[in-house]
C-alpha cells in the first residue's frame, strides 16, 4: 500500500491525466458539420447573386446561381433561408433581413457596404462621365467609407450578434474590377478609370475588413485572390463589364463569379 502522500499525489497526477485527455478531446473535435448549419444569407446584390442569371424574389434579384445557393446545394444545410437582396444597404439588412436571423441561427454569410457608399452611381458616373469625374466620385465614395461606413457596419454586426449570438458570421469582401496589368489594351474605360475603381474596391474592403475584425465570431473573407486572372478583360473573365442590354449587370459576378470566385471563399471558411 502506498503512503497517504503518495495516495495523494497519485490521485492529482490521474486528475492531471484526465482533465489533460478532456481538454485534447475537446480540442480536436471537429466543429459541427456543415449538414447540420443553420445557414441565413444576408446582403446585397453580390449576395443575391444579381448577374449570374435565374432570378428570383423580383427586384432583389436572387439568383439560383448565387454563391449562397451554390454552397447550400452542395452542403444540404439543416435549413437555409435566403433573403438578400439587390440594392441592400447596412440599414436595409436590419429592417428587412434581419427577421431570418434567431438565436438557432449557426451560419452566416453576408456581403454589404457598397451601396451605403454609392457604387451604383459611381459606376454610372465612371462609364458616362470624364476620368475627372470618375476620379471624384470614387474619392468621395473613399471618403464616406473611412468616415460613415465604420459606423453603420458597427450597427449592423451588434444586431445580428445580438439575434444570432452564436452564429458564425462570414463578411465576404468585394473583388477589383480590372486586372491593370493585362488591361491597359482592354477596349472599355480608360486606365484612369480602371485605377481608381480598383483602388476604390480596395479601400472598400479594408474598412469592411477592419470592422469585422471587431467583432468575435466574425470573419473577414478576402475573394480578391479568387478573382484573380478572371477580372474584366481577362481571357475568362468572372465579371460582367458594362452591359448595355441588361445594365445593372454591369459590374457584378457572372454564375461563374459566384460558383467559382464567391462559393470557395465561403467553403473555405464555413467548413
Keep these: 500500500m502506498l503512503p497517504s502522500r503518495a495516495r495523494s499525489s497519485a490521485r492529482y497526477a490521474l486528475a492531471a491525466v484526465a482533465a489533460l485527455a478532456a481538454s485534447a478531446l475537446l480540442f480536436t473535435a471537429s ?9 441565413v444569407a444576408l446582403g446585397d446584390s453580390y449576395s443575391s447573386g444579381l448577374g ?7 427586384s432583389c434579384y436572387r439568383s439560383s446561381h448565387a454563391y449562397p445557393k451554390v454552397w447550400a446545394s452542395a452542403n444540404a444545410p439543416a ?6 437582396c439587390s440594392g441592400a444597404t447596412t440599414t436595409d439588412v436590419i429592417n428587412s433581413q434581419l427577421a431570418a436571423v434567431s438565436s438557432a441561427t449557426s451560419l452566416i454569410s453576408i456581403t454589404i457596404g457598397g451601396n451605403d457608399v454609392g457604387f451604383a452611381s459611381v459606376m454610372e458616373t465612371c462609364v458616362l462621365g470624364s ?5 471624384s466620385a470614387v474619392d ?13 457596419l458597427g450597427t449592423l454586426f451588434a444586431d445580428i450578434r445580438r439575434d444570432a449570438p452564436s452564429a458564425h458570421v462570414v463578411v465576404l469582401g468585394y473583388p477589383e474590377f480590372y486586372d491593370l496589368a493585362r488591361s491597359s489594351g482592354c477596349i472599355g474605360l480608360s486606365t484612369t ?11 472598400l474592403d479594408g474598412v469592411i475588413k477592419a470592422e ?3 467583432f468575435g465570431g466574425f470573419t473577414y473573407a478576402d475573394v480578391i485572390s479568387a478573382f484573380a486572372g478572371h477580372e474584366i478583360c481577362d481571357s475568362s473573365p468572372w465579371l460582367h463589364s458594362v452591359d448595355w442590354t441588361f445594365l445593372t449587370d454591369s459590374y457584378h459576378p457572372t454564375a461563374a463569379g459566384q460558383a467559382s470566385g464567391y462559393e470557395p471563399v465561403l467553403a473555405r471558411v464555413a467548413g
Design 31 to 39: 466543429p459541427a458539420s456543415a449538414s447540420g448549419a443553420r445557414y
Design 52 to 58: 449570374a442569371g435565374s432570378y428570383s424574389g423580383g
Design 79 to 84: 435549413s437555409f433561408t435566403f433573403v438578400a
Design 131 to 135: 476620368n475627372s469625374d470618375c476620379v
Design 140 to 152: 468621395n465614395a473613399e471618403n464616406q467609407a473611412r468616415t460613415a461606413l465604420p459606423g453603420k
Design 193 to 203: 478609370k480602371r485605377n481608381a475603381l480598383d483602388g476604390g474596391a480596395d479601400v
Design 212 to 214: 469585422t475584425g471587431k
